[in-house]
C-alpha cells in the first residue's frame, strides 16, 4: 500500500499520477494537512477501487481518476461535500457504479467518458448543479428526457455513443452552449433545439443525417455546426408525402387564413385549441395555413455559390413547393431565410 510523499504547509495539489499505485494510504497525514488538500490528481495508476482515505479529505474540490481501472464509487465519497469536478474517464464504471444519493451532490463537472454506460445513470438527472456533463465513447442508445432536469448545463458532451433520436426535451436546457451529439446515429434534428439561444457550438457530424428543419436558422449566436459525414442530401427531394387534410382542417384553414372572427361562446374548447394550433405555411407567397395536413419538403440555402444547408420545410399543399431547378435556392424560400447573412451561415457550415 502506498504512502503519501511529505508535503509542505502551503501544497493544496496533489499529483499522484502513473506511480502505479494500486491503492493508496493517506492515514499518516494530520487532520491539517488533509483540509489542505484542495485538488488531487491519480490518474493513469492501477486503483480498482477508489482509496478509503480519499473520501476523507474534507475540502477537496477536484478529483480526477481517469485511466484507472475503476468499477464502483463507494457510499463514503458522499462526503466529499465540497466536491466541485469529478474525472474518472477510461475505467470500468457504469449506471450501477454510484451511490444511491450521488444526485444529492453539488458537483459542477462530471467528465465519465471512456466508460461502460448503457444509460445515464439516474442520479447524474438529479444533479441540478451541473454545468458540465460529458459521457462520450459509452455505449448510450438515448438521452433520456429527464436530461431538462439539468437546468445549469453549460456543456453536453455524448459523442461516440449509440443515439439514434435527440428528445425535444434536450430544448429545455436553455444555458446549454455546447452540445456535442457526433459520432452517434442520430437521424433528424428535432425543431425545438431552436429554442437554444445561448447555443454557440453544435457538433452533429459522422450521424446519419440527410436534412436539418428549417428552424436551424433561429440559433442566432451559433458559431459553430459541424455536418460532415452525414448522408446530408445535395439535390432537392422530388418525392413528397402527402396527405389530403381532412374536412375539419379543411374548414379551420379557410376560418384562419379568411380572418373569420369566433369567439369561445361560438365553439367548443376543443376547436378553439384546435384553431390556435394553425401552423403559417413559410412560402411567403402563399397566405395559407395548415394544422396536421402537410408537405415535407427539403430545399437548400444558397449562399456564396458554394455552401448549401438543406432545409425541411412543411407546406400547406403541393402546389405550394417550386419545381426542381439547377438553382439550389428554391422560389418558395422564406423571407426569414433570405435575411440570414451568408457569412454567418458559411461560418456556421464550415465549423
Known amino acids: 500500500m502506498a504512502r503519501f510523499p511529505s508535503m509542505d504547509d502551503k501544497c493544496a495539489v496533489l499529483h499522484l499520477s502513473r506511480m502505479h499505485l494500486d491503492d493508496l494510504n493517506l492515514d499518516h497525514?494530520?487532520?491539517?494537512?488533509?483540509?489542505?488538500?484542495?485538488?488531487?490528481?491519480?490518474?493513469?495508476?492501477?486503483?480498482?477501487?477508489?482509496?478509503?482515505?480519499?473520501?476523507?479529505?474534507?475540502?477537496?474540490?477536484?478529483?480526477?481518476?481517469?485511466?484507472?481501472?475503476?468499477?464502483?464509487?463507494?457510499?463514503?465519497?458522499?462526503?466529499?461535500?465540497?466536491?466541485?469536478?469529478?474525472?474518472?474517464?477510461?475505467?470500468?464504471?457504469?449506471?450501477?457504479?454510484?451511490?444511491?444519493?450521488?444526485?444529492?451532490?453539488?458537483?459542477?463537472?462530471?467528465?465519465?467518458?471512456?466508460?461502460?454506460?448503457?444509460?445515464?445513470?439516474?442520479?447524474?438527472?438529479?444533479?441540478?448543479?451541473?454545468?458540465?456533463?460529458?459521457?462520450?465513447?459509452?455505449?448510450?442508445?438515448?438521452?433520456?428526457?429527464?436530461?431538462?432536469?439539468?437546468?445549469?448545463?453549460?456543456?453536453?458532451?455524448?459523442?461516440?455513443?449509440?443515439?439514434?433520436?435527440?428528445?425535444?426535451?434536450?430544448?429545455?436546457?436553455?444555458?446549454?452552449?455546447?452540445?456535442?451529439?457526433?459520432?452517434?446515429?442520430i437521424q433528424s434534428i428535432p425543431p425545438q433545439l431552436s429554442k437554444l439561444h445561448s447555443l454557440l457550438s453544435l457538433s452533429l457530424h459522422n450521424n446519419l443525417l440527410t436534412f436539418l428543419p428549417r428552424e436551424i436558422l433561429s440559433l442566432i449566436h451559433l458559431q459553430e455546426l459541424s455536418l460532415r459525414g452525414n448522408p446530408l442530401v445535395v439535390r432537392f427531394i422530388k418525392d413528397m408525402t402527402y396527405d389530403p387534410p381532412s374536412l375539419m382542417e379543411l374548414a379551420g384553414r379557410t376560418i384562419k387564413s379568411q380572418n373569420l372572427p369566433f369567439h369561445s361562446c361560438d365553439l367548443p374548447s376543443n376547436l378553439i385549441h384546435y384553431l390556435n394550433l394553425a401552423s403559417e405555411c413559410p412560402n411567403p407567397k402563399c397566405a395559407g395555413v395548415y394544422f396536421d395536413s402537410c408537405v415535407r419538403h427539403i430545399k437548400f440555402v444558397d449562399f456564396c455559390g458554394k455552401y448549401r444547408l438543406p432545409l425541411m420545410h412543411y407546406l400547406c399543399s403541393p402546389q405550394c413547393s417550386s419545381p426542381c431547378s439547377s438553382n439550389p435556392q428554391s422560389d418558395a424560400e422564406s423571407e426569414e431565410e433570405n435575411s440570414v447573412p451568408a457569412d454567418r451561415l458559411q461560418r456556421v457550415l464550415l465549423g
Open 29 to 185: 497525514l494530520t487532520e491539517s494537512k488533509r483540509k489542505q488538500i484542495q485538488q488531487l490528481h491519480l490518474t493513469y495508476n492501477r486503483l480498482l477501487l477508489l482509496p478509503p482515505s480519499v473520501c476523507f479529505l474534507p475540502n477537496l474540490e477536484y478529483l480526477d481518476m481517469s485511466n484507472n481501472a475503476l468499477t464502483v464509487i463507494p457510499d463514503d465519497f458522499m462526503r466529499l461535500t465540497n466536491l466541485k469536478t469529478f474525472v474518472a474517464k477510461n475505467n470500468l464504471l457504469n449506471e450501477s457504479s454510484f451511490p444511491k444519493e450521488f444526485g444529492s451532490m453539488q458537483v459542477e463537472t462530471l467528465n465519465m467518458s471512456g466508460n461502460r454506460f448503457e444509460d445515464i445513470p439516474t442520479q447524474f438527472l438529479k444533479m441540478t448543479t451541473l454545468q458540465s456533463l460529458s459521457l462520450g465513447g459509452n455505449r448510450l442508445k438515448d438521452i433520456p428526457s429527464e436530461i431538462e432536469n439539468l437546468t445549469s448545463l453549460e456543456m453536453l458532451y455524448l459523442g461516440g455513443n449509440l443515439i439514434s433520436s435527440i428528445p425535444p426535451e434536450v430544448a429545455n436546457l436553455t444555458s446549454l452552449r455546447y452540445l456535442v451529439l457526433c459520432d452517434n446515429r
